[in-house]
Each structure stands twice: as structure tokens, then as C-alpha cells.
């Protein structure tokens, strides 16, 4: 699976880019945003969500690691694609889009081509407690625990209240230890 490609860029276009990477060319689909940043740069380097399916073979490239997590945790969500996803972060910064998801603002949420109430509602239960763990401290320990405790079969709401609940010293931990802390405060309640 590609995770990240660094080349020069033979051709930008406004949701597109191609990359040349040892004489092989790819294209990569990108928001609005990441192709502006990109204006006027020869090199560039994207983390890569690399989509297979039985008909094709997508590349979505992004200029953060957070900004690929996003929008991978944006297709989990039912009635989301690819395009919404990319739609979403054509219109909102990483900082932006973690702050509507936070302030509950649907109607930020709507205003995003293709949109509606039913799918915006959705974004907002489904991305609630992982935005909370993105703002968190150490959040890359935090997202591995939280997924883990995902894995195990909790739900967002147990997981983001036990989190909430912890000692800030439990939140410096390594994961293992996260999750065995949490799992005891799970426990109790």
C-alpha cells in the first residue's frame, strides 16, 4: 500500500496533481486546499490514501498525516465517499473541520456541496469522539488507545467519558498502558 509519495510535479490541476516519481507518473487526487498550496512549487511530498477497488485504483493525496485521517475516518462514515470527503476538506482546514465537529455547527457542515442534514448528522455522531482524541494531548498514544478500545468493543461515548474522567499523567503513557488504565475506569462504571 502507498503511504506517501515525494516526486516533482509534471501537472497541477484544481483537485488533481501528477506526480513524477522515478520516471513513473501518478495522479493523485487532492482538495481544493492542497492545491493551493501547491501553487507555484516544483516538488512536492503527500500522504497518500490509496483507495482499490474491483474497477479502478484512486490515489487522494494529502499534505498531513492529520488531513489523511480525517479523511479516512470521513469514508467510514455511511453515505460518505471519496468526493464528499475531499469536498469537505476543500472547504475546511484540518483546524476548521475538527472545530465544527466540536461546536456541533451542522450548518458548516451542510454548506458543503452535497450535504445534506441526514449525512451532516451523521459526520457529527460518528467524528464526535474521534475529534475529542485528536485534540487531546499526545493524541497519537490517545488515537492508538482509542482504536484499540474501539477493537474491543466500546463504544465512542464509554471511551470519550473515560477519557474525560482520566488523570492527565495517564494520558502520557505509552498505549498499552492507556488502554489497561482505561480499561479499569470501564471497569468501575
Do not use: C, H, W
Not at 482538495?31 to 497518500?48: F, G, H, V
Not at 499526545?138 to 470519550?160: C, H, P, R
Not at 495517564?170 to 468501575?188: E, F, R, S, T, Y
Request: net charge neutral; glycine share 8%; no cysteine.
Amino acid at each position: 500500500m502507498i503511504v506517501r509519495l515525494k516526486g516533482n510535479i509534471e501537472k497541477l490541476l484544481p483537485t488533481g496533481v501528477e506526480l513524477e516519481i522515478g520516471g513513473i507518473t501518478y495522479m493523485v487526487e487532492i482538495s481544493l486546499l492542497t492545491s493551493a498550496a501547491l501553487q507555484n512549487k516544483t516538488q512536492a511530498t503527500l500522504e497518500i490514501a490509496q483507495i482499490i477497488r474491483e474497477d479502478s485504483q484512486l490515489l487522494y493525496g494529502f499534505l498531513t498525516r492529520q488531513e489523511r485521517e480525517i479523511f479516512l475516518q470521513l469514508l467510514k462514515v455511511n453515505g460518505v465517499g471519496a468526493k464528499i470527503a475531499l469536498m469537505i476538506l476543500s472547504s475546511y482546514s484540518v483546524e476548521q473541520f475538527l472545530a465544527i465537529i466540536q461546536t456541533n455547527n451542522l450548518a458548516g457542515l451542510k454548506s458543503v456541496k452535497g450535504i445534506g442534514a441526514k449525512v451532516a448528522g451523521k459526520i457529527m455522531l460518528e467524528l464526535a469522539g474521534y475529534t475529542q482524541t485528536m485534540q487531546m494531548p499526545n493524541n497519537a498514544n490517545v488515537q492508538l488507545a482509542y482504536e484499540a478500545l474501539v477493537a474491543l468493543g466500546f463504544k465512542d461515548t464509554q471511551i470519550n467519558q473515560a477519557l474525560q474522567g482520566v488523570d492527565s499523567s495517564i494520558l502520557q503513557l505509552q498505549p498499552n498502558d492507556m488502554v489497561k488504565a482505561i480499561l479499569q475506569i470501564l471497569g468501575k462504571s
